[in-house]
């Protein structure tokens, strides 16, 4: 076509760029794009086409890891430690986990999908992880479970089970570029996650004569939806603080108190401090504890012995 005159010519260009691709969009998805050049040319209206462009969405690699089964204890026998396995990707992904203690006291016997999902390892129906797990879809969860066992020949210590899993298809630093590895050729991005999770969840031994403290938390954001494990928590998120004090058998008490200083970036939520389940007000008074604008504090009993006992604190924060 040649030159048209500037008052015969009313243009409007339609371009829509693509939309960015979310967590929903599954990796390999092609998205094309095709704009329109409208206009007049002697009262007639006229119209054509753009090139087409085309972009094949990445698959991203993130993974969540986390366990949610309480205290840990350790005596003659083995025990069941639970463990979630999320790809908080956006493409199919298998994981490979690796898992080992901080003593040489326990001993890990085995990682397994557990089938049921209750928390307990059955090896008549539960399947052990010899190489990687299962293919994931995005947002899919694996229960698992890992077992601990005293070494022969030692006397069961307190320490911490690690497990780690990471994505097959590589891990490493956020916004990392692995082309041509994600799903139907797709190039790959690691996420904010690095694709790789470790849970470190402690454990005590019935043997053990010192008393222990261990604190977990859990993420929801400002709308009350959950977090799962490695997704990051922004302003206005709640976090749940728990923590749990064992006292073992015979071990004596008086005077404790647990402190627990709130964090600079967040703001305790008045009226959220538990002790074993009962409320404790915020205010010192005559009840086991409170919030003094920084920490909060938690009496526990008085006791002179006696069988094996734990304490609960929970309270909630807001990050700013």
């Known amino acids: ?10 243009t409007a260009a339609a371009c829509v760029p693509a939309s960015p691709a979310t967590a929903d969009t599954r990796a390999g998805t092609a998205i094309t794009n095709t704009a329109q050049l409208r206009y007049d040319v002697d009262g007639k209206s006229q119209s054509m086409p753009s090139n087409t462009v085309t972009i094949v969405v990445a698959e991203r690699l993130d993974i969540g890891l986390s366990h949610d089964g309480g205290m840990v204890t ?4 083995p025990v069941s430690v639970p463990v979630q396995l999320t790809n908080q990707g956006s493409g199919q992904e298998s994981f490979t986990v690796t898992a080992g203690t901080s003593t040489p006291t326990t001993t890990v016997q085995t990682v397994a999908i557990d089938t049921n999902g209750d928390g307990r390892f059955e090896p008549e129906q539960d399947i052990v992880l010899t190489g990687a797990t299962p293919v994931l879809a995005p947002g899919e969860t694996l229960p698992l479970v890992a077992v601990l066992a005293p070494t022969a020949g030692t006397t069961p ?10 994505a097959t298809t590589g891990h490493g630093d956020p916004r990392q570029e692995l082309p041509g590895l994600g799903d139907d050729g797709s190039d790959a991005i690691v996420g904010d996650t690095g694709a790789i999770a470790s849970a470190a969840i402690p454990f005590v031994a019935t043997a053990s004569t010192t008393p222990t403290l261990v604190k977990s938390q859990s993420v929801a954001a400002a709308d009350g939806t959950p977090l799962t494990a490695g997704a990051t928590a922004g302003s206005g998120a709640v976090v749940t603080y728990t923590l ?11 005077a404790a108190i647990i402190d627990d200083p709130v964090p600079s970036d967040a703001v305790y939520l008045p009226g959220t401090l538990t002790l074993d389940d009962a409320r ?20 526990l009993p008085d006791r002179p012995g006696g069988p094996a006992t734990t304490h609960t604190v929970q309270f909630k924060v807001r990050l700013q």
Not at 1 to 10: D, H, K, Q
Not at 244 to 254: E, G, H, N, Q
């Open 280 to 299: 404790i007000s915020d205010a010192a008074d005559g009840d086991a504890g409170g919030f003094d604008g920084q920490s909060v504090s938690i009496r």
């Open 157 to 166: 210590a307190d320490g911490s089970l690690t497990v780690t899993a990471e």
């Open 244 to 254: 749990v004090a064992r006292i073992p058998t015979d071990a004596a008490l008086s």
């Open 1 to 10: 076509m040649g030159g048209l005159p500037a008052a015969a010519l009313a």
């Open 74 to 77: 350790i005596d003659t026998t």
